[in-house]
């Protein structure tokens, strides 16, 4: 079984200050991590992937996420918060079973203030 | 690569009737996904093929959600008859098929049931 646990529902942070969204994830195999973004009436885009190579992963617009297994996490990051920035975020955990199962966190809704 | 689209991006239609959504799959990709979004229950997979086959659909809510591929690019997702709890943003994604493979998804369809 897995599970993939986004521990605010909400963030807000000034522009140019770091962005830090939170996920925890349990998996009884070896599991495959994505940080999805969801913009106003868009569907879901790819921000970056874990498949078990380097733990510290780069993804698009300036966002990373470092794969800590004795934590189960894989917390997103970026530096400096862009307004831009303001979507939905989904942690989603696969386990790399032949089944293809997929979990989807709640989502994280990130707020940039001017 | 136009990415997945989906079609129509709004459908309002009355209680009872059938309503179709379409979904074509980016070139080249062998699993195809339909998801369900709403505020109350997040993102909700209904049913998801490989290589056409139906692999999953213990997320379809019920006998009058029905869902085909009947070609590897293209896939509908029927629902009759419609019911104003049915409302929700529907996306399909799709992907390379592999399990650390990421999904594409579609801008979504807006149905809104009266």
């Known amino acids: 079984a897995q599970s993939v646990t986004q521990l605010d529902s909400h963030v807000s942070v000034s522009e140019g200050t770091p962005v830090l969204l939170r996920c925890n994830y349990s ?3 070896s599991p495959s991590l994505f940080w999805y973004v969801q913009h106003p009436n868009k569907g879901l885009q790819l921000l970056l992937k874990y498949t078990s190579a380097a733990t510290l992963v780069k993804g698009i617009n300036g966002f990373e996420a470092e794969f800590k ?3 189960t996490s894989f917390h997103l990051t ?3 918060a862009h307004m831009s920035d303001a979507a939905e975020y989904f942690c989603v955990v696969s386990d790399q079973t032949g089944r293809r199962a997929l979990t989807f966190g709640s989502g994280t809704r990130l707020q940039v203030q001017p | 690569d ?3 689209i989906q079609s129509p991006r709004h ?3 009355e209680m009872g009737q059938e309503v179709t959504l379409r979904c074509k799959l980016i070139s080249g990709h ?3 996904f339909w998801y369900r979004q709403t505020m109350m229950r997040g993102l909700e997979l209904l049913i998801y093929f490989n290589n056409n086959v139906p692999i999953d659909d213990s997320g379809m809510p019920e006998d009058r959600f029905s869902a085909k591929m009947p ?3 293209f896939s509908t997702l029927k629902i ?3 019911e104003p709890r049915d409302s929700a943003v529907y996306f399909c994604a799709s992907s390379l098929g592999a399990s650390n493979s990421p999904l594409h998804f579609g801008n979504g369809t807006r149905l809104t049931v009266t």
């Open chain 2, 71 to 73: 070609n590897a690019s």
């Open chain 2, 80 to 82: 009759q008859p419609s």
């Open chain 1, 78 to 80: 970026k530096p400096s």
């Open chain 1, 69 to 71: 297994k004795s934590e």
């Open chain 2, 30 to 32: 062998n699993s195809l």
């Open chain 1, 27 to 29: 998996s009884s195999y």
């Open chain 2, 11 to 13: 459908e309002v239609t």
């Open chain 2, 2 to 4: 136009a990415g997945v």
